[in-house]
């Protein structure tokens, strides 16, 4: 019988923490991906001084090989991917982006555009959860077996079982449970997939 698997990404400025999981919550596949190729800033717009569109334009290329080689290696077959909510009217134009509050999260961003373009390419249905929130909802939603599902992994798989981890496993419970919609003509207002 093949199981409905969904990722679940906590993403940082370069790379993430992925785990896939079945139908019943437990966790088929935990790892560290890699979401750029080495040698290119993980962070463009914060980092670098001399940010251009150019420069934007090559990291992006970059995250999209990454990421798609991160995809092609993990199990098969991923029904889903749960993101962190980034802001769906996030500015697009770099002259915006340098600014703040905007500098500080264009890149977090960024990543999390490429992946959700990235995996409607592969026909996923994309989920965006809040950070602050996931665990206590999946909590909720689990009731009795949320310490065994979001907690037990530790035990049964040994480290590292860290809050990346468990947020990233508790998005894919709410996405088990929350039908996603596919967005229109663009993968960047992905955010409007999962309120």
Known sequence: MIHTMRLGIADHLGWAVAVTSDDDHAVVDRR???????????????????????????????????????????????????LRLWPLDFPQDLETQLRAPYEARADAVMYRQILAELAHARGWEVHCY?????EGQATELLDKRADDILNGPRARLGPPWTKDHRTALAATVLAATRPARRPGASARRSRSTRP
């Open 32 to 82: 560290r991906i890699e979401l750029v190729e080495p040698g290119i800033t993980p962070a463009p717009v914060h980092y670098k001084g001399d940010t251009t569109d150019e420069l934007i334009a090559s990291v992006r290329a970059s995250v999209a090989r990454a990421t798609t080689r991160a995809f092609d290696a993990l199990p098969a077959p991923i029904t889903s991917i749960s």
């Open 130 to 134: 809040d950070a602050k929130q996931v």
